[in-house]
């Protein structure tokens, strides 16, 4: 079944250590996301990506990077980690940025920071 | 900005009670509108959506009509499972060059048998 896949489903880093997490599909989709969900709250965009075009939201802090390698893979990148920066990191995939296009989310990475 | 505001929870029900949860929005333009589901330890799932006003989105027994002039999008189901249990969000995009949902801050619902 086309998917979205995200590893590790679970992360733990320390305070300070870089910590990269992996986002892949098999929808062949034009555009990913990254989507930033602390505890109880809503899911935020941090950034998507529209094929190789990188779009950062205004608000993502520098701390936060992204590559996409290829049409399947895209990484999210936490330079230095903070205690503030545990949560659910989900990625999305949809066929277009255009309203009427669905995004497919995959079963994110909880993120915790010692 | 543009922002989702829907009703606090956790909301509770017996099965097969009559579901409401409100959702209502801000934006500058005509946005779409969406509602999705988190079943615990999952990524979120496309339950319904409503991309013009008056449009009614539906699936799996729920509801939600696209309520221009009281900038609404409430979602309901006549009679509720166990398995319907989950956290709810209501979100829209309104800029399409993005595609970025915004999303309320979720509503949970527990089912009980």
């Known amino acids: 079944d086309a998917m979205v896949i995200q590893n590790p489903r679970y992360q733990v880093t320390q305070f300070g250590k870089p910590v990269t997490l992996s986002c892949s599909q098999t929808l062949n989709h034009n555009v990913m996301y990254w989507y930033q969900q602390k505890s109880s709250q809503a899911p935020k965009l941090l950034f998507h990506y529209y094929d190789k075009d990188f779009n950062n939201e205004a608000d993502t802090p520098d701390n936060f990077q992204s590559r996409r390698p290829n049409t399947s893979f895209c990484f999210l990148d936490i330079r230095s980690p903070g205690l503030g920066d545990a949560a659910m990191y989900l990625c999305?995939?949809?066929?277009?940025?255009?309203?009427?296009?669905?995004?497919?989310f995959g079963p994110g990475t909880r993120l915790t920071v010692l | 900005g543009d922002s989702v505001t829907q009703m606090e929870g956790p909301v509770t029900l017996s099965e097969e009670a009559f579901l409401t949860i409100n959702c209502t929005y801000t934006?500058?333009?005509?946005?779409?509108l969406f509602w999705y589901v988190q079943y615990p330890g999952e990524g979120l799932q496309l339950l319904l959506k409503?991309?013009?006003?008056?449009d009614k989105g539906s699936n799996k027994g729920f509801e939600a009509t696209y309520r221009k002039e009281t900038t609404s999008f409430h979602l309901e189901k006549g009679s509720v499972q166990v398995s319907d249990s989950a956290v709810y969000f209501c979100?829209?995009?309104?800029?399409?060059?993005?595609?970025?949902?915004?999303f309320g801050q979720g509503t949970t619902l527990q089912v009980k048998p």
């Open positions: 999305a995939t949809s066929r277009s940025t255009g309203s009427y296009n669905e995004q497919f």
């Open positions: 409503a991309t013009k006003a008056d």
């Open positions: 934006a500058t333009g005509y946005p779409s």
């Open positions: 979100a829209l995009i309104e800029n399409s060059n993005t595609g970025k949902l915004i």
